[in-house]
């Protein structure tokens, strides 16, 4: 239940709070008053289009708080808690705000939320009916939603099966569509893929193999300078073994040397016997060295054949990477993908003939369900017909009835293939015609308003919001729209937006808005009326003067016939 709004720089209220009742809520005002703007916030705080140019003029932003009744163990507070808000003693504090430039904020039990939690929140909470709505009525998909609402669970099940149908039988076909309609394609595809396949396995690349040749043509194209290195290198620490004579200096004789004048005189300082230790291991080490120069150059020759060789494949694989990856390693990658595409590939044939007989086999589980679909639809429009219909009687239209009707089509559609539509027959042996043909402004209205009182049994939501769903309507029709919206108020809080006076007569509580001496709305301009208010306010709509008896005595009648009701 909605207990307050607060709004703020919203059309011409630039303040008002509305504190609201459990029942019927009447709001009323002169034309130009700010009425609509009521429910105009209410569709803000439920997650409504943002329309700057519903900011007030001079004003930053329009702010809309409202603060609900909500059952603490309930659906709504556990999606509250899930987004990270809270309950403030058991009332949940919604907040939306837009900027004058069209920017939209929404905050939910504190905590700021997207506007699309806002929407699905209201599902729960709040029916909000505009004068669009009507129009909106005539549309066959609103119809064809508003028969699904009223089946209810009986339809909710074989449409889960079906909706899970319908995406499969959508991804079938348009696979099934590819591979037939692609077929050249995909087959110059495969003769690409199965070319590129051939030139690897004929060169039969090893994993590293580039890097290994590269280093090994660095090695032969240079052998006999790195042989010479070698050799010098060797000469220089162990000295020429060719050599007829020894006076050559090399460095392992040097060493040798430094620690033959170290070890005698070593024990006497350990400074010194330290140093001797590590002079012993660099002549280890030296001696390590040359012997592995002696061993390389040895092993370094130049073999024109072998460099020939490894340069001729080291071109093989430089023509696979330029097409196929940045290395070797990059080509047989690209290899394994390819050989697992071209699998695919050449598969296309035995995947039409699964994919026709699983398309067939989908198709006529579709049919299947969508069968059952009209059968449940059909079902509850004969129902839903019948409780609008006896809802029309109530509403001064004794002799009016609805009839759903509800054909196949020819595709099928997320839906199902049924077409729904409300038609209506106006009086007695008139032919069922549909509600943009049959229908006036003030029947339209009370179709609609039959529909939610139907609903309000089906699937109740805490709080019903009408703006002038009397529109085109007058007399004794009046008097029963404003019956059955305070019968639906037992069951439900509703807040109507209303210019005749029979209706407000029915109100539990009657909100007065009305415009200061500058033209806009103020805190004080919504005044909860008491018995005295409300008839100065109902003579005001049945005679445009507050004060005339006859309005007066008129509207004592009608809160007395009101009272008498309730």
Same mark, same amino acid.
């Given at each position: 239940?909605?207990?307050?709004?607060?709004?703020?720089?919203?059309?011409?209220?630039?303040?008002?709070?509305?504190?609201?009742?459990?029942?019927?809520?009447?709001?009323?005002?002169?034309?130009?008053?700010?009425?609509?703007?009521?429910?105009?916030?209410?569709?803000?705080?439920?997650?409504?289009?943002?329309?700057?140019?519903?900011?007030?003029?001079?004003?930053?932003?329009?702010?809309?708080?409202?603060?609900?009744?909500?059952?603490?163990?309930?659906?709504?507070?556990?999606?509250?808690?899930?987004?990270?808000?809270?309950?403030?003693?058991?009332?949940?504090?919604?907040?939306?705000?837009?900027?004058?430039?069209?920017?939209?904020?929404?905050?939910?039990?504190?905590?700021?939320?997207?506007?699309?939690?806002?929407?699905?929140?209201?599902?729960?909470?709040?029916?909000?009916?505009?004068?669009?709505?009507?129009?909106?009525?005539?549309?066959?998909?609103?119809?064809?939603?508003?028969?699904?609402?009223?089946?209810?669970?009986?339809?909710?099940?074989?449409?889960?099966?079906?909706?899970?149908?319908?995406?499969?039988?959508?991804?079938?076909?348009?696979?099934?569509?590819?591979?037939?309609?692609?077929?050249?394609?995909?087959? +110059?595809?495969?003769?690409?893929?199965?070319?590129?396949?051939?030139?690897?396995?004929?060169?039969?690349?090893?994993?590293?193999?580039?890097?290994?040749?590269?280093?090994?043509?660095?090695?032969?194209?240079?052998?006999?300078?790195?042989?010479?290195?070698?050799?010098?290198?060797?000469?220089?620490?162990?000295?020429?073994?060719?050599?007829?004579?020894?006076?050559?200096?090399?460095?392992?004789?040097?060493?040798?040397?430094?620690?033959?004048?170290?070890?005698?005189?070593?024990?006497?300082?350990?400074?010194?016997?330290?140093?001797?230790?590590?002079?012993?291991?660099?002549?280890?080490?030296?001696?390590?060295?040359?012997?592995?120069?002696?061993?390389?150059?040895?092993?370094?020759?130049?073999?024109?054949?072998?460099?020939?060789?490894? +340069?001729?494949?080291?071109?093989?694989?430089?023509?696979?990477?330029?097409?196929?990856?940045?290395?070797?390693?990059?080509?047989?990658?690209?290899?394994?993908?390819?050989?697992?595409?071209?699998?695919?590939?050449?598969?296309?044939?035995?995947?039409?003939?699964?994919?026709?007989?699983?398309?067939?086999?989908?198709?006529?589980?579709?049919?299947?369900?969508?069968?059952?679909?009209?059968?449940?639809?059909?079902?509850?429009?004969?129902?839903?017909?019948?409780?609008?219909?006896?809802?029309?009687?109530?509403?001064?239209?004794?002799?009016?009835?609805?009839?759903?009707?509800?054909?196949?089509?020819?595709?099928?559609?997320?839906?199902?293939?049924?077409?729904?539509?409300?038609?209506?027959?106006?009086?007695?042996?008139?032919?069922?015609?549909?509600?943009?043909?049959?229908?006036?402004?003030?029947?339209?209205?009370?179709?609609?308003?039959?529909?939610?009182?139907?609903?309000?049994?089906?699937?109740?939501?805490?709080?019903?919001?009408?703006?002038?769903?009397?529109?085109?309507?007058?007399?004794?029709?009046?008097?029963?729209?404003?019956?059955?919206?305070?019968?639906?108020?037992?069951?439900?809080?509703?807040?109507?937006?209303?210019?005749?006076?029979?209706?407000?007569?029915?109100?539990?509580?009657?909100?007065?808005?009305?415009?200061?001496?500058?033209?806009?709305?103020?805190?004080?301009?919504?005044?909860?009326?008491?018995?005295?208010?409300?008839?100065?306010?109902?003579?005001?709509?049945?005679?445009?003067?507050?004060?005339?008896?006859?309005?007066?005595?008129?509207?004592?009648?009608?809160?007395?016939?009101?009272?008498?009701?309730?």
């Amino acid at each position: 239940m909605v207990e307050e709004v607060r709004i703020q720089g919203l059309g011409v209220i630039d303040e008002a709070v509305l504190d609201l009742s459990p029942g019927f809520n009447v709001v009323t005002g002169e034309t130009g008053a700010g009425k609509t703007m009521v429910v105009t916030s209410l569709g803000l705080l439920f997650g409504g289009r943002a329309d700057p140019q519903r900011v007030r003029p001079g004003a930053e932003r329009a702010t809309v708080e409202g603060r609900l009744m909500v059952d603490a163990g309930g659906r709504v507070a556990e999606r509250v808690a899930e987004a990270g808000g809270e309950l403030d003693e058991g009332a949940l504090i919604i907040t939306r705000s837009v900027s004058a430039e069209g920017r939209s904020r929404a905050h939910l039990g504190g905590r700021s939320v997207p506007v699309s939690l806002l929407i699905n929140l209201a599902d729960e909470l709040v029916a909000v009916h505009g004068q669009s709505d009507q129009q909106r009525l005539l549309q066959a998909g609103r119809q064809r939603a508003a028969l699904d609402r009223y089946a209810g669970d009986a339809l909710s099940k074989p449409l889960r099966e079906y909706t899970a149908a319908y995406q499969r039988h959508r991804q079938v076909t348009a696979l099934l569509e590819e591979l037939t309609t692609r077929a050249r394609e995909r087959a +110059q595809e495969a003769e690409l893929l199965r070319f590129g396949l051939e030139e690897i396995e004929q060169v039969d690349p090893k994993s590293g193999e580039d890097v290994e040749l590269a280093a090994e043509e660095e090695r032969l194209g240079h052998a006999d300078a790195l042989r010479a290195a070698a050799t010098t290198a060797h000469e220089a620490l162990l000295g020429d073994p060719a050599a007829v004579t020894t006076d050559a200096a090399d460095a392992a004789g040097l060493i040798g040397t430094a620690r033959h004048a170290l070890d005698g005189v070593a024990g006497h300082d350990p400074t010194l016997g330290g140093l001797a230790d590590r002079l012993a291991e660099v002549s280890y080490l030296v001696s390590d060295i040359g012997t592995e120069l002696a061993a390389y150059a040895e092993s370094i020759e130049a073999d024109p054949a072998r460099l020939a060789a490894v +340069q001729e494949r080291r071109a093989a694989l430089t023509a696979l990477t330029r097409k196929h990856g940045e290395s070797v390693d990059g080509v047989l990658e690209w290899a394994r993908r390819s050989a697992a595409r071209l699998t695919e590939l050449e598969g296309d044939d035995d995947r039409i003939e699964a994919l026709r007989a699983e398309h067939a086999e989908v198709t006529a589980r579709l049919t299947e369900l969508a069968g059952e679909l009209t059968t449940v639809r059909q079902q509850a429009a004969e129902r839903f017909s019948a409780a609008v219909t006896e809802e029309l009687g109530a509403l001064a239209m004794p002799h009016a009835r609805i009839h759903v009707s509800v054909t196949q089509g020819g595709d099928f559609g997320p839906h199902g293939v049924d077409e729904v539509e409300l038609r209506l027959a106006s009086h007695p042996g008139a032919p069922p015609l549909p509600l943009n043909k049959g229908a006036s402004g003030g029947e339209l209205s009370r179709v609609m308003l039959a529909i939610e009182v139907v609903f309000a049994g089906a699937d109740p939501v805490p709080t019903f919001v009408f703006d002038e769903v009397d529109a085109g309507v007058g007399g004794k029709a009046a008097v029963e729209i404003g019956r059955r919206l305070a019968r639906l108020a037992r069951s439900a809080q509703v807040i109507v937006v209303t210019h005749l006076p029979q209706v407000a007569a029915f109100a539990d509580q009657h909100l007065l808005v009305e415009k200061s001496d500058d033209g806009t709305v103020t805190r004080s301009g919504v005044t909860a009326l008491d018995r005295t208010g409300r008839v100065r306010e109902l003579s005001r709509m049945l005679a445009g003067l507050e004060d005339s008896e006859l309005g007066r005595a008129h509207a004592e009648e009608l809160l007395g016939l009101a009272a008498q009701e309730r």
